[in-house]
T-cell receptor
């Protein structure tokens, strides 16, 4: 699985958009970009994933560059409850049964009032 | 159930004792994973089950660690002769495995293991 690089921490004002970058310059054609987050003392939570097109769901948007070497997770209106560690993970998506997740250090997002 | 459940939520044990940690995955999920997170460390994969078999045990740190899954549902992670370095939060996750699914994993709340 391709390695990812994320900033160790970021701050965001409550109500503003939080833009979390991720570099994955060695990504291969069949690897997807997944985002998970871990709120303190909880298990990780799936947020969103994508291959090459931008994706949006009720939680966030995922913007993937045309060359697929980087992506940005966007939380459009961050709240205090979005304070968490955000993990960008690149891996092959298996149509059956999934695959283990390899977590890096992630980005600590602090949303401040 | 509505989500992945794990028990106990907290376990304190003495060095050298054996412990069993339980995971109940989301009903119908065929894939089950165990991870652990040591204090201040990232999440570390331990073992993956597909049904009752474990095709990937590559993350188990030593032969003191074992896991089983019965009936394609409940899984138990056993740590024998616990050591202080085994202290961590042990997380279980399950995945549906449905064709066309996102393959996302749903995590339980974890079991915090403290070895004195």
């Amino acid at each position: 699985d391709a390695k990812t690089t994320q900033p160790p921490s970021m701050d965001c004002a409550e109500g503003r958009a939080a833009n979390l970058p991720c570099n994955h310059s060695t990504i291969s054609g069949n690897e997807y970009v997944y985002w998970y987050r871990q709120i303190h003392s909880q298990g990780p939570q799936y947020i969103i994933h994508g291959l090459k097109n931008n994706e949006t769901n009720e939680m966030a948007s995922l913007i993937i560059t045309e060359d697929r070497k980087s992506s940005t997770l966007i939380l459009p209106h961050a709240t205090l409850r979005d304070t968490a560690v955000y993990y960008c993970i690149v891996r092959v998506r298996r149509m059956e049964y999934g695959n283990k997740l390899v977590f890096g250090a992630g980005t600590i997002l602090r949303v401040k009032s | 159930g509505a989500g992945v459940s794990q028990s106990p939520s907290n376990k304190v044990t003495e060095k050298g004792k054996d412990v069993e940690l339980r995971c109940d995955p989301i009903s119908g999920h065929t894939a089950l994973y165990w991870y652990r997170q040591s204090l201040g460390q990232g999440l570390e994969f331990l073992i993956y089950f597909q049904g009752n078999s474990a095709p990937d045990k590559s993350g188990l740190p030593s032969d003191r660690f074992s896991a089983e899954r019965t009936g394609g549902s409940v899984s138990t992670l056993t740590i024998q002769r616990t050591q202080q370095e085994d202290s961590a939060v042990y997380l279980c996750a399950s995945s549906s495995g449905l064709a066309g699914g996102a393959g996302e994993q749903f995590f339980g709340p974890g079991t915090r293991l403290t070895v004195l």
